[in-house]
Nanobody, 121 residues
């Protein structure tokens, strides 16, 4: 069984910063792409940023220059550093990972439980 556990959400004022973390645990052979998605009330879930195992990154246009995604393969952990946060960044942030369990050949997609980020004065 593979689990993703997120941490680091909270309430921050506009212009502030937060750092999200997500760690995958379980009987894992390898992890391919890891990413962060977000879902605001009344909106669809959208990709915020993703990072490949080798470090290649992809960002939504709305967060380029403000957010930075990184990962520690030894710890099965992905991070999202969020700077210059704005009220429109308010959402539940979800971690996603493409994981090959040690007992499987194929890769499966897993989701974290979500962490709330609220940007408000």
């Amino acid at each position: 069984q593979v689990q993703l556990v997120e941490s680091g959400g909270g309430l921050v004022q506009p212009g502030g910063s937060l750092r999200l973390s997500c760690t995958a645990s379980g009987i894992i052979s390898s992890i391919n792409t890891m990413g962060w998605y977000r879902q605001a009330p009344g909106k669809q879930r959208e990709l915020v940023a993703s990072i490949g195992r080798g470090g290649s990154t992809n960002y939504a246009d709305s967060v380029k220059g403000r957010f930075t995604i990184s990962r520690d393969n030894a710890k099965n952990t992905v991070y999202l550093q969020m700077n210059s946060l704005q009220p429109e960044d308010t959402a539940v942030y979800y971690c996603n990972a493409e994981v090959r369990p040690i007992t499987q050949i194929r890769v499966y997609g897993y989701w974290g439980q979500g962490t709330q980020v609220t940007v408000s004065s």
